[in-house]
């Protein structure tokens, strides 16, 4: 009898183990981002706002203090860190399931590197699709302040925001502006990806560089090629998503391809690159914050094992 309770107890024992060691990536990659957003929601407000056409980071920054004060930097944080509990969990959850069923069907060798990409980008694409939501609610509450006082909208919070997307416009709403969300989310992987493996064997192999410094060097190269691949696709979406209908209830753009074309002609293909040094300086500390003390033990993991810790570091983009 004691013998039957003791392999009951290590059985269910077991089990627990194998439900953690599944969701594990999951929550720890949800952790990071929400962790990161903390520290990088100021700079990303202030990205939205260079990209609405409110001037230079100095004239935003300027601004903000003098007429909203310090908090108005992290308007929107509880939608952040919304988005990051559902994109930045679904997208690290699933690289990390793919790449393992991706693993085993490879008879446990190292995964090339076209694998590698393709699963990053079906990864990035499966965040971004879960997290368009909050996401939208983030770029509607940091944009607020931009329209008139008539217009804005004053979302509370995040679920107050959703709420009242739902209301307002129905629940497909929620997914506007998903189209580039998804695409920004998949070349933001895509440049991430191979440039930082790329980063870090010229950092640790060919200059002999330490593990800090190759964590730093390679997160600044693999940062800007991100935000380079990347940029574009969030300044379209960024426009979509903060758009509202004039008194005759007609929208500024019909689509995404629409705002990408009128864009492009009234401001020529750098305009969709407006921002580019705050939009570089806010990806490249989401890689850093990756390596934070208490999810450190995931990505030593990655780093050692056959899977490319990339994507990892792209939790909180």
């Known amino acids: 009898m004691a013998d039957a309770k003791q392999q009951q107890q290590q059985q269910t024992a077991a089990a627990a183990t194998g439900v953690w060691k599944t969701v594990k990536p999951f929550v720890n990659g949800g952790a990071s981002g929400m962790l990161a957003t903390c520290v990088i929601q100021p700079i990303d407000m202030v990205k939205v706002k260079i990209q609405l056409g409110e001037g230079s980071a100095a004239q935003v920054t300027k601004n903000m203090l003098a007429n909203e004060g310090i908090g108005s930097f992290y308007k929107g944080l509880s939608a952040g860190l919304l988005r990051q509990a559902t994109y930045t969990t679904a997208r690290l959850g699933s690289f990390r399931v793919l790449t393992n069923k991706a693993i085993e069907k490879n008879d446990g060798k190292p995964l090339p590197l076209v694998q590698k990409a393709f699963i990053g980008l079906t990864a990035g694409a499966i965040g971004a699709c879960v997290g368009s939501p909050a996401d939208l609610a983030l770029i509607r509450m940091q944009a607020d302040s931009t329209l008139p006082i008539a217009q804005r909208r004053n979302y509370?919070?995040?679920?107050?925001?959703?709420?009242?997307?739902?209301?307002?416009?129905?629940?497909?709403?929620?997914?506007?502006?998903?189209?580039?969300?998804?695409?920004?989310?998949?070349?933001?992987?895509?440049?991430?990806?191979?440039?930082?493996?790329?980063?870090?064997?010229?950092?640790?192999?060919?200059?002999g560089a330490g593990e800090v410094s190759?964590?730093?060097?390679?997160?600044?190269?693999?940062?800007?090629?991100?935000?380079?691949?990347?940029?574009?696709?969030?300044?379209?979406?960024?426009?979509?998503?903060?758009?509202?209908?004039?008194?005759?209830?007609?929208?500024?753009?019909?689509?995404?391809?629409?705002?990408?074309?009128?864009?492009?002609?009234?401001?020529?293909?750098?305009?969709?690159?407006?921002?580019?040094?705050?939009?570089?300086?806010?990806?490249?500390?989401?890689?850093?914050?990756?390596?934070?003390?208490?999810?450190?033990?995931?990505?030593?993991?990655?780093?050692?094992?056959?899977?490319?810790?990339?994507?990892?570091?792209?939790?909180?983009?």
């Open 156 to 207: 509370k919070n995040a679920f107050h925001a959703l709420y009242r997307i739902i209301a307002d416009e129905g629940v497909l709403a929620l997914w506007k502006g998903a189209g580039p969300t998804v695409v920004r989310a998949m070349a933001l992987n895509m440049g991430m990806l191979a440039s930082y493996d790329q980063s870090v064997e010229l950092f640790r192999d060919k200059l």
């Open 214 to 317: 190759t964590v730093l060097g390679a997160s600044a190269v693999s940062g800007f090629f991100a935000s380079a691949c990347s940029l574009p696709f969030d300044y379209v979406k960024t426009q979509i998503q903060k758009m509202q209908p004039d008194a005759s209830g007609k929208y500024p753009y019909t689509g995404s391809l629409d705002c990408a074309m009128k864009t492009f002609k009234s401001g020529g293909p750098f305009k969709f690159y407006t921002g580019f040094p705050v939009y570089c300086v806010r990806i490249a500390p989401h890689v850093m914050m990756s390596f934070s003390d208490g999810l450190r033990s995931l990505l030593q993991n990655a780093w050692y094992s056959s899977v490319s810790p990339a994507v990892f570091f792209t939790s909180t983009t």
